[in-house]
């Protein structure tokens, strides 16, 4: 049998090896990473900004996010949680906009709960933070992998039950957008993967007493490295050699040496050509917001064994004579750039449940003792009334079914009554009538197929053989004239 054909250009999954990571090889997330969703609630009456910020936070979402779900109008909010199991959604974000303007956003995990409620205070699009910038830093591949997930304030050590914003409180929060992404293994997780951060900072208050208010805003960062202690053209030599290599190139970004005499006219920089020009001599400021020492895990080309032996030796004096550097270990400086939204979060309650239970917190209402004690017996009241319907729907589903089971015996037992009776029409059919009353000795019928008409003419017929005049007759039906035989049935 012959070999089947892996579509190698266009097919997602066809270089994907087992055991292997998808959302590191072709933007894909795994099968248990979480998955969201970023819905429009209303798509028609939102608004072209609000629409425009749905898009933004499904970039940040990427990849494990529906990024190009498309919303109508008559889709409902259970339209999306019913296919949230089989599609394995685990968060919902759902964006809204009020009578008065306000725009909301509510976070759920499903299937359960619990859902908090965002009101977005202030928010900027993507777009209008690139038109901010000197250099924006365009899309490329880093929504290929999730991003870093860093969060600040969210706990706080002095807060306990009895607070404005209670520890459980904290907790749950802190749980909920933890789980928007998948875990980063610190001993397995390559660096190069890690391309973006998303950093949620909780908003302390400015009194000195707590005011119970939760504000978190949102930013979205893009990550670029560079290596250190290097000139600006030496770094750029060091790009032209990386893009050579490459099999895609652009002629552009290789530098001009066209009007230069030696290369040391472009290596060497500062006044009359004297001094080597580094970052730190070259009159520009580091634009970097740390220095980092990053083992270069890059593939190396295999050597031969007597090559690879002079090499190991010669990495040993070097070894010692840099008392003990590693030269596998680069310094680079690592910049983050802002992609966008911004938004700027409060919290203003939390509920059981998708959309739909009991109220766990709340900004500006509080309530007694008395009335929660209220509020908790009312919602055991729904309960156990939601506990009754159910039984009493899965008792009328089983009355349906059992009744459907007894309708179906009841026409299987008529069906075979049925087939009894055809079957004895079946043997009377078959029944052989030689021996019958109605049959005479000679084994002739008893009865003429052609009626009253046959028997007279039988008795005209005897009465001419009589006469002798049947000869004669024999002649005349041979020659199609029976006159007489007409005539003698008249008489009769």
């Given at each position: 049998?012959?070999?089947?054909?892996?579509k190698?250009?266009t097919?997602?999954g066809?270089?994907?090896?087992?055991?292997?990571?998808?959302?590191?090889?072709?933007?894909?997330?795994?099968?248990r990473?979480?998955?969201?969703?970023?819905?429009?609630?209303g798509?028609g009456?939102?608004?072209?900004?609000?629409?425009?910020?749905?898009?933004?936070?499904?970039?940040?979402?990427?990849?494990?996010?529906?990024a190009?779900?498309?919303?109508?109008?008559?889709?409902?909010?259970?339209?999306?949680?019913?296919?949230?199991?089989?599609?394995?959604?685990t968060?919902?974000?759902?964006?809204?906009?009020?009578?008065?303007?306000?725009?909301n956003?509510?976070?759920?995990?499903?299937?359960?709960?619990?859902t908090?409620?965002?009101?977005?205070?202030?928010?900027?699009?993507a777009?209008?933070?690139?038109?901010?910038?000197?250099?924006?830093?365009?899309g490329?591949?880093?929504y290929i992998t999730?991003?870093?997930?860093?969060m600040?304030?969210?706990?706080?050590?002095?807060?306990?039950?009895?607070?404005?914003?209670?520890?459980?409180?904290?907790?749950?929060?802190?749980?909920?957008?933890?789980?928007l992404?998948?875990?980063?293994?610190?001993?397995?997780?390559?660096?190069?993967?890690?391309?973006?951060?998303?950093?949620?900072?909780?908003?302390?208050?400015?009194?000195?007493?707590?005011?119970g208010?939760?504000?978190?805003n949102?930013?979205?960062?893009?990550?670029?490295?560079?290596?250190?202690?290097?000139?600006?053209?030496?770094?750029?030599?060091?790009?032209?050699e990386?893009?050579?290599?490459?099999?895609?190139?652009?002629?552009?970004d290789?530098?001009?040496?066209?009007?230069?005499?030696?290369?040391?006219e472009?290596?060497?920089?500062?006044?009359n050509?004297?001094?080597?020009?580094?970052?730190?001599t070259?009159?520009?400021?580091?634009?970097?917001?740390?220095?980092?020492?990053?083992?270069?895990?890059?593939?190396?080309r295999?050597?031969?064994?007597?090559?690879?032996?002079?090499?190991a030796?010669?990495?040993?004096?070097?070894d010692?004579?840099?008392?003990?550097?590693?030269?596998?270990?680069?310094?680079?400086a690592?910049?983050?750039?802002?992609?966008?939204?911004?938004?700027?979060?409060?919290l203003?309650?939390?509920?059981?449940?998708?959309?739909?239970?009991?109220?766990?917190w709340?900004?500006?209402?509080?309530k007694?003792?008395?009335?929660?004690?209220?509020?908790e017996q009312?919602?055991?009241?729904?309960?156990k009334?939601?506990?009754?319907?159910k039984?009493?729907?899965?008792?009328?589903v089983?009355?349906?079914?059992?009744?459907?089971?007894?309708?179906?015996?009841?026409?299987?037992?008529?069906?075979?009554?049925?087939?009894?009776?055809?079957?004895?029409?079946?043997?009377?059919?078959?029944?052989?009538?030689?021996?019958?009353?109605?049959?005479?000795?000679?084994?002739?019928?008893?009865?003429?197929?052609?009626?009253?008409?046959?028997?007279?003419?039988?008795?005209?017929n005897?009465?001419m053989?009589?006469?002798?005049?049947?000869?004669?007759?024999?002649?005349?039906?041979?020659?199609?004239?029976?006159?007489?035989?007409?005539?003698?049935?008249?008489k009769?």
């Open positions: 049998m012959a070999k089947r054909r892996v190698k250009r097919h997602a066809a270089n994907i090896k087992k055991g292997s990571q998808g959302a590191n090889l072709n933007g894909h997330a795994n099968m990473d979480p998955k969201s969703m970023v819905i429009r609630i798509a009456e939102v608004g072209s900004s609000v629409s425009q910020l749905v898009t933004d936070v499904r970039r940040v979402m990427e990849p494990g996010t529906a190009r779900l498309k919303e109508r109008k008559a889709n409902r909010l259970r339209d999306y949680v019913t296919m949230c199991g089989p599609l394995g959604v968060h919902l974000l759902l964006f809204s906009r009020s009578d008065s303007g306000n725009t956003m509510r976070l759920c995990t499903t299937p359960r709960g619990p908090f409620h965002f009101r977005v205070e202030k928010y900027a699009l777009k209008d933070v690139r038109k901010a910038q000197r250099h924006p830093r365009g490329g591949k880093e999730p991003p870093l997930l860093v600040n304030n969210f706990t706080t050590p002095e807060s306990d039950a009895k607070a404005k914003v209670p520890k459980y409180l904290e907790t749950t929060i802190t749980t909920a957008f933890q789980s992404f998948p875990p980063i293994n610190p001993q397995t997780t390559p660096l190069t993967s890690i391309q973006r951060v998303l950093l949620l900072n909780r908003e302390k208050s400015d009194d000195s007493e707590e005011d208010s939760f504000v978190v949102f930013r979205h960062y893009a990550i670029t490295t560079k290596p250190v202690g290097l000139s600006k053209p030496l770094r750029r030599l060091n790009a032209a990386k893009l050579l290599r490459s099999k895609k190139g652009k002629k552009g290789l530098p001009n040496l066209g009007k230069l005499q030696d290369i040391s472009f290596m060497v920089g500062g006044e050509g004297d001094g080597y020009m580094t970052d730190a070259s009159g520009s400021e580091l634009e970097s917001d740390a220095e980092v020492d990053i083992l270069n895990s890059a593939p190396r295999v050597k031969v064994a007597a090559k690879a032996k002079a090499a030796k010669d990495d040993e004096e070097e010692g004579e840099g008392e003990g550097k590693n030269s596998h270990v680069e310094r680079k690592i910049k983050v750039v802002e992609l966008g939204p911004r938004m700027r979060l409060r203003q309650k939390v509920e059981e449940g998708i959309c739909a239970g009991k109220v766990l709340h900004e500006y209402l509080h007694s003792k008395q009335e929660m004690l209220e509020l009312k919602w055991e009241k729904r309960r009334e939601k506990e009754a319907r039984k009493l729907q899965k008792e009328n089983e009355k349906k079914r059992k009744a459907k089971e007894d309708n179906k015996k009841t026409k299987k037992a008529d069906g075979e009554g049925q087939g009894q009776e055809e079957d004895d029409d079946t043997d009377m059919e078959d029944y052989d009538y030689s021996d019958a009353d109605m049959y005479d000795d000679d084994g002739q019928d008893g009865f003429d197929s052609e009626g009253l008409a046959g028997d007279a003419e039988e008795q005209v005897s009465r053989e009589e006469d002798g005049d049947w000869e004669e007759e024999e002649e005349e039906i041979a020659e199609g004239n029976s006159g007489r035989t007409k005539k003698a049935l008249g009769k």
